[in-house]
């Protein structure tokens, strides 16, 4: 079966670090564009972070200089480093291939 | 950056029914390699986005074919012929033809 599983959410104090993890079953991610894209409680969807196959990435504004992706062939993973998180960043974070979406994890940032 | 209007912002269609929703961009989506970058997705209760529809008319696997997408340049149409129960959620529209990607505020579906 063709899925994502993404993990590595959690309750985090304003000013805090979480690393999310996004792995690939039933598909070579490196062959593929990819996507972060949260959604904060309540509201709509909002795109994060891309990576392009031959590793070109890009930010929203939002998340620039406090966010990084990166991506792992050889463990089929996708990975987003979010620092000096904030309140407004409180989302689940999906993690997205095409078509194909994970079921996404929690991120709270409060004190 | 690219916004994305959708219309209505709620739906309440009677089961059989047909529904649509409209996705205004306040740019043109054509690329430069000719495609038109302007996807649906359906979020039910609960549930991950699933995407329905990608480059403006093309319906993914398993996606019913009451589901239709049509439109050009700034103007796109989700369709559905007749409703049915299981089409309950949030419907939204995506741009990744400009930099940053943008999703419409979402039309949320429900039944009468």
């Known amino acids: 079966e063709v899925q994502l599983v993404e993990s590595g959410g959690g309750l985090v104090q304003p000013g805090g670090s979480l690393r999310l993890s996004c792995v690939a079953s039933?598909?070579?991610?490196?062959?593929?564009?990819m996507n972060w894209i949260r959604q904060a409680p309540g509201k709509g969807l909002e795109w994060v972070s891309f990576?392009?196959?031959?590793?070109?990435?890009h930010y929203a504004d939002s998340v620039k200089g406090r966010f990084t992706l990166s991506r792992d062939n050889a463990q089929n993973s996708l990975y987003l480093q979010m620092n000096s998180l904030r309140d407004e960043d409180t989302a689940v974070y999906y993690c997205?291939?095409?078509?194909?979406w994970g079921q996404g994890t929690l991120v709270t940032v409060s004190s | 950056d690219v916004v994305l209007t959708q219309s209505p912002l709620s739906l309440a269609v009677t089961f059989g029914q047909p529904a649509s929703i409209s996705c205004t961009s306040s740019?043109?989506?054509?690329?430069?390699?000719?495609?038109?970058?302007l996807n649906w997705f359906q979020q039910r209760p609960g549930q991950s986005p699933r995407r329905l529809i990608y480059?403006?008319?093309n319906r993914d696997s398993g996606v019913p074919d009451r589901f239709s997408g049509s439109g050009s340049g700034t103007d796109f149409t989700l369709k559905i012929s007749r409703v049915e129960a299981e089409d309950v959620g949030v419907y939204y529209c995506?741009?990744?033809?400009?930099?940053?990607?943008?999703f419409g505020q979402g039309t949320k579906l429900e039944i009468k």
């Open positions: 997205n291939l095409r078509a194909l």
């Open positions: 039933g598909i070579t991610i490196s062959s593929y564009s």
């Open positions: 990576i392009s196959s031959s590793n070109i990435i």
């Open positions: 740019q043109s989506l054509v690329y430069s390699d000719g495609n038109t970058y």
């Open positions: 480059q403006v008319s």
């Open positions: 995506m741009q990744g033809t400009h930099w940053p990607t943008s």
